[in-house]
């Protein structure tokens, strides 16, 4: 790896190689457990709702019987749900308190600012011609909507599959045909999110000009400082002016890590493309 070096003039000069940390452990476990959850409820939510085709009871019998697809799916959105709250809890623990305003809103928050409203329509209007391209800081706006669809989605398809889970209990609570409105609002949740994911945040997060074969910082925790001057060129200049370069830079991965995670990651864009493809000839199935 790269390393920072004290300059003339108190300038930092860096090597070609080094490379900056994105990410944190924890947000890469945190990562690692949503992918595996969400692929679980993927498969076993489609092999449920097509259980009746042949390629559903193909799913079925992979996954070792109707009763096996069930609990897995139950456990794994119960999985999904307690890591969702132990992330808030996570989060609001690494608030400052004494200072919210500016740790809430501060350039280093995922809570969405009026700039990010601004670099959304400069981007528009680079996509035309019309503007030069906007320097991004530490976040996009389209990362910290990735980040907040979550928020709305979990909640969503925990309570709606809680109802389904315990049909006659809901009923007690609630009129009969809010099951209904729970298995629509279920399944076009779980589609948009699936197609989504798939087509949106892993074909064209990794697969883009800048970040082919694979946008790896989600996996190594770390990115090479000139795809962060092309693409965070703020959040670079920042850590230049607060001299947190230094401290920022990290090791590049050792090869057989690397190899592992590519793998992984292969694994899965091909699963979930798989998915959907296979998934679009029942697509009558998917009705709300």
């Known amino acids: 790896a790269g390393v920072v070096r004290q300059a003339q003039g108190g300038k930092l000069t860096m090597e070609a190689t080094i490379r900056v940390r994105?990410?944190?452990?924890?947000?890469?476990?945190?990562?690692?457990?949503?992918?595996?959850?969400?692929?679980?409820?993927?498969?076993?939510?489609?092999?449920?709702?097509?259980?009746?085709?042949?390629?559903?009871?193909?799913?079925?019998?992979?996954?070792?019987?109707?009763?096996?697809?069930?609990?897995?799916?139950?456990?794994?959105?119960?999985?999904?749900?307690?890591?969702f709250v132990l992330h808030i809890l996570w989060v609001?623990?690494?608030?400052?308190?004494?200072?919210?305003l500016r740790s809430l809103f501060?350039?280093?928050?995922?809570?969405?600012?009026?700039?990010?409203?601004?670099?959304?329509?400069?981007?528009?209007?680079?996509?035309?011609?019309?503007?030069?391209?906007?320097?991004?800081?530490?976040?996009?706006?389209?990362?910290?909507?990735?980040?907040?669809?979550?928020?709305?989605?979990?909640?969503?398809?925990?309570?709606?599959?809680?109802?389904?889970?315990?049909?006659?209990?809901?009923?007690?609570?609630?009129?009969?045909?809010?099951?209904?409105?729970?298995?629509v609002l279920h399944r076009a949740e779980a589609v948009l999110a699936v197609t989504y994911i798939v087509i949106i945040h892993l074909i064209f997060g990794h697969f883009r000009r800048s970040t082919f074969p694979l946008n790896e910082a989600m996996f190594s925790g770390s990115v090479p400082i000139g795809h962060l001057e092309e693409e965070k060129s703020d959040w670079v200049s920042r850590l230049r002016t607060e001299g947190q370069l230094a401290a920022m830079s990290v090791r590049a991965p050792i090869l057989w890590f690397r190899a592992l995670y590519f793998l992984f990651a292969y694994g899965v864009i091909v699963l979930g493309v798989y998915l959907i493809v296979r998934a679009i000839p029942y697509s009558d199935y998917f009705h709300f």
């Open 92 to 100: 609001l623990a690494r608030v400052d308190w004494r200072h919210p």
């Open 22 to 83: 994105r990410f944190t452990g924890v947000d890469r476990f945190t990562h690692l457990f949503l992918i595996v959850t969400f692929m679980i409820l993927a498969f076993t939510g489609v092999a449920r709702v097509l259980m009746e085709t042949d390629w559903g009871r193909h799913l079925v019998w992979l996954m070792g019987g109707y009763d096996q697809v069930m609990t897995l799916h139950i456990v794994s959105g119960w999985a999904m749900t307690i890591g």
């Open 106 to 183: 501060g350039p280093d928050s995922l809570v969405p600012k009026w700039r990010d409203f601004k670099e959304f329509g400069q981007r528009f209007l680079w996509f035309l011609g019309l503007a030069k391209a906007p320097r991004f800081e530490r976040w996009t706006y389209l990362e910290k909507f990735d980040y907040w669809a979550v928020f709305w989605g979990v909640p969503l398809l925990f309570f709606t599959g809680l109802m389904l889970q315990y049909p006659i209990e809901s009923s007690q609570l609630l009129p009969g045909w809010t099951l209904n409105v729970a298995l």
